[in-house]
């Protein structure tokens, strides 16, 4: 690799990182104001926290890159090609096991929601046990009111049906005395 081919690449890559640094400052910051206001780590805060991470290992690795890529020897350069590869593969570990996490994030969200599904029918199934109970009540005092209701209407016809006897006994009687 010629020198000015060199020089131009590490332009290049400063021209990179710089923004890249800002942007490791705002997100320091924006993590710094989760930890103040007692974030939720489990879902949002830490998703933006491991993207914090990795976008500061990856700042990292291309600030590496472009201070090492200044080395003139070829031997220094194998070496920090070596070293670059390996940062390269840290990166990617990096990224996977935030992809992992993603995953676990997703999951643990969903059981809350099936938590909280399950706890809102257990409620729903307490209050119609307790409106059954409520029911079953009513019916049997309703029950207990409808055998009364047909117990004195049972004596009243037995009264009725006695006092007509009674009647139709003291007619024929008045009749044969006429007779």
Same mark, same amino acid.
């Given at each position: 690799?010629?020198?000015?081919? *060199? %020089? ?15 942007e490791n400052v705002e ?37 590496n890159q472009a201070h ?8 220094? @350069? ?11 593969? %840290? ?10 996490? *993603? ?5 643990? %969200? ?11 029918? @257990? ?19 309703t029950q207990a009111q409808?055998?009364?209701? @047909?117990? @004195? ?10 006092? %007509?006897?009674? *009647? ?6 008045? *009749?044969?005395?006429?007779?």
């Amino acid at each position: 690799m010629q020198p000015w081919n *060199r %020089r131009t690449k590490v332009n290049a890559l400063k021209a990179e990182v710089a923004p890249l640094k800002e942007e490791n400052v705002e997100l320091k910051q924006e993590n710094g104001t989760l930890e103040e206001e007692g974030g939720d780590f489990e879902g949002q805060g830490l998703d933006t926290l491991h993207k914090s991470q990795l976008r500061e290992l990856r700042l990292s690795n291309e600030t590496n890159q472009a201070h090492l890529l200044d080395v003139s020897s070829p031997a220094d @350069q194998d070496l920090v090609l070596a070293d670059l590869e390996g940062a390269d593969g %840290r990166v990617a570990a990096v990224e996977e096991w935030n992809e992992v996490l *993603r995953v676990e994030i997703e999951t643990l %969200r969903a059981e809350s929601e099936n938590e909280d599904l399950i706890t809102s029918l @257990q409620s729903c199934l307490s209050t119609l046990e307790s409106t059954n109970a409520d029911l079953t009540a009513q019916l049997l005092s309703t029950q207990a009111q409808l055998s009364v209701k @047909q117990n @004195q209407l049972v004596r009243h016809d037995e009264e009725e049906g006695a006092k %007509r006897d009674d *009647r139709e006994e003291s007619r024929a009687t008045s *009749r044969s005395g006429h007779a």
